[in-house]
């Protein structure tokens, strides 16, 4: 399974923490990650109701990861044709950027078109004016629920005003890059923020350093391990693309799950939505605090 870095509140179900209250004046990244995840869970949700009451469709967002990316990365990885756009942002210098996917960017465009009956294909060529602009307004719709659920953590003043984003202009700074998943008449999509990292912690966070920033979005690493397998040097040497490498782990035999390289948990290897995914089924800690030998075969 692949190492990726995990949201503060996927974190916070895996250790099982109690969900504490809000912060409102947070005081250290730490902190900082929790608002951010939590303005924009909220923001996601509030979005969701707005673009069903638009689209006259169930349409349902909600907040899927959080990682640090330079904003030359999030651009290079835009999908197209995305609706791609920065913003302006107050009091930040530079603009925040909003990436609308194809996968979630057409089937909302056939509803506000009067479809939306059947699943929608999706296109593979550049949008036309008036998707152009239908694809505004859904923007600007995001962008009024960020306003909204933003006013109670920092003073932000957010404009509806879009601009276009060449990869090509794009810096090196790091970004706090914001993805959600979008669920509208049948289809599956996603839709992508941006948000400079260093200002973002200057600006909710006056008392922190600018060179700290950089540990929001590190957040804990969660990986899931197969048994090891020894191999000599001459089959090493001579592994190539399509060969099969065989473990002795069994295909029904539980793989560990390590956070930030501690042994964790007991879990089952699987799929969730298109994703490869774990399913916890043993916490091994709870061995340890009570000095029991782990279960057999983990």
């Not at 996601?44 to 899927?64: D, I, P, Q």
């Not at 990316?69 to 835009?78: I, P, Q």
């Not at 049948?186 to 912690?201: D, F, K």
């Amino acid at each position: 399974m692949a190492d990726e870095p995990l949201t503060e509140a996927e974190i916070a179900v895996l250790l099982g923490r109690r969900e504490k209250a809000p912060p409102t004046a947070p005081t250290a990244p730490e902190q900082l990650l929790s608002l951010v995840t939590r303005v924009h869970d909220t923001a996601a949700r509030h979005f969701g109701a707005e673009l069903s009451a638009m689209l006259r469709r169930t349409a349902r967002v909600r907040l899927a990861r959080v990682q640090s990316l330079s904003e030359s990365d999030f651009c290079a990885r835009a999908e197209l044709p995305s609706f791609l756009r920065s913003f302006a942002v107050q009091p930040f210098n530079r603009h925040w950027i909003l990436e609308i996917r194809p996968g979630a960017l057409f089937p909302i465009i056939d509803c506000l078109l009067g479809g939306g009956r059947e699943k929608t294909p999706i296109a593979r060529r550049p949008l036309t004016e008036i998707e152009s602009r239908l694809a505004a307004r859904v923007a600007r719709a995001w962008v009024a629920s960020l306003q909204t659920e933003w006013q109670s953590a920092a003073e932000l003043v957010f404009s509806a005003e879009f601009e276009t984003v060449g990869a090509g202009r794009a810096s090196e700074d790091e970004m706090l890059a914001i993805a959600f998943d979008i669920e509208l008449a049948g289809s599956q999509g996603s839709m992508h923020l941006a948000i400079p990292l260093v200002e973002l912690g200057q600006i909710c966070n006056p008392g922190v350093p600018a060179d700290t920033c950089g540990e929001l979005a590190s957040g804990a690493r969660i990986a899931a391990e197969l048994r090891s397998v020894e191999i000599d040097s001459a089959d090493l040497e001579s592994l190539a693309v399509g060969d099969i490498v065989t473990t002795e782990h069994r295909a029904d035999e539980p793989v560990i799950v390590t956070v930030d390289g501690d042994p964790r948990y007991a879990a089952k290897l699987g799929a969730w939505q298109g994703q490869k995914a774990v399913e916890i089924e043993r916490d091994l800690t709870e061995h340890s605090r009570t000095n029991e030998p782990p279960p057999t075969g983990v």
